[in-house]
């Protein structure tokens, strides 16, 4: 069974960092691009960032640039997603993704189950 975990969330003041961490099982995916999205109370689920298989691919949604930083380690089969200067708009659940191809669109595979990311002004 495959499963992606996410971790790191929490809640923090605006200009804070948090790091989250996916850690996928069930499978390698050491081939796989893998993303992060998000999802506001009452909006639809946003891309953040994507990785690809390689690392030599990156994409990051404008609203992140610059404060957001996405990596991996294959060997472990983990992404993270460094978080800083934190804003009261970046609050969401974040979500892991995994696919054959690194997108900004939603059309991965695989998917967490999300961890809620909290910044208070």
């Known amino acids: 069974q495959v499963q992606l975990v996410e971790s790191g969330g929490g809640w923090v003041q605006a200009g804070g960092s948090l790091r989250l961490s996916c850690t996928a099982s069930g499978r390698t995916f050491g081939s796989y691009a893998m993303a992060w999205f998000r999802q506001a109370p009452g909006k639809e689920r946003a891309f953040v960032a994507a990785?690809?298989?390689?690392?030599?691919?990156?994409y990051y949604a404008d609203s992140v640039k610059g404060r957001f930083t996405i990596s991996r380690e294959r060997n472990k089969n983990t992404q993270y997603l460094q978080m800083n200067s934190l804003a009261p708009e970046d609050t969401a659940v974040y979500y892991c993704a995994a696919g054959q191809v690194v997108s900004t669109t939603t059309e991965y595979n695989y998917w967490g189950q999300g961890t809620q990311v909290t910044v208070s002004s």
């Open positions: 990785i690809s298989w390689s690392g030599v691919t990156i």
